[in-house]
């Protein structure tokens, strides 16, 4: 069973413009999730997914976006890239919306804005 | 509103010795509990969770973590260390107050260190 698969796996891009990530979960997961990583935050909670709505959002500016298709992938977009949002993207895939499923993560995108 | 502590950003151990790695959470309602590893460049590995079933949680690599509701900790540990278990830990509470939509909130990480 493949899991959850990302790309681009690494990507430099200038600030102001905009990026898009792409994340394809684990067959027949419906819920996704998106997680920044950085040295001096750690891991925080971006937005998760279902059933093509947002469900909820962690604390980010509005320029952090994201959508989910029908068939349960999902994209996230960063417009007006600032220095401060070079970091690892984690997709992280669920069965469903249970909070005591395993989320299972992929090896994440790389993000470095110059 | 929920929160992960996770004692020592560092901890080093001899290969062979006991690892302990410390995780105390903070949540209004009962939690979920995961501890996860990072390899360096990889995305996160679940190694086990704690779902109010059992209070102690067996995971894959011979790593297991007991919930002490009295003490709201879930602290890792594996009898004798690796030199492959050398990595990043994290530790992670999911309280399900938003029906699961409020994802997990992770602990800062314990980079886990193995003297030869």
């Known amino acids: 069973k493949a899991g959850v698969t990302q790309t681009p796996r690494y990507l430099i891009k200038t600030r102001g413009q905009q990026v898009t990530l792409s994340c394809s979960p684990i067959s027949g997961h419906r819920s996704v999730s998106w997680y920044q990583q950085t040295p001096g935050q750690g891991l925080q909670f971006l937005f998760e997914y279902f059933s093509e709505t947002q469900r909820n959002k962690g604390n980010f500016p509005g320029r952090f976006s994201g959508r989910q298709f029908s068939n349960s992938r999902s994209e996230m977009n960063v417009s007006t890239l600032e220095l401060g949002d070079s970091a690892l993207y984690l997709c992280a895939s669920s069965l469903d919306t249970f909070s005591g499923n395993t989320i299972y993560f992929g090896e994440g995108s790389w993000l470095t804005v110059v | ?116």
């Open chain 2, 1 to 116: 509103a929920q929160s992960v502590t996770q004692l020592g950003s560092h901890v080093s151990v001899s290969e062979g010795a006991l690892v302990l790695l410390r995780c105390n959470y903070s949540s209004s309602v009962p939690p979920y509990l995961f501890w996860y590893v990072q390899y360096p460049n990889q995305g996160l590995q679940l190694l086990l969770k704690y779902t109010s079933a059992a209070t102690l949680v067996k995971g894959i690599n011979g790593f297991e973590a007991e919930f002490k509701k009295s003490e709201t900790s879930f602290h890792l540990t594996k009898p004798s260390a690796h030199m492959s278990d050398a990595a990043e830990y994290f530790c992670a509470v999911s309280s399900g107050s938003g029906g699961g939509a409020d994802g997990l909130t992770f602990g800062k990480g314990t980079h886990l260190i193995i003297q030869p």
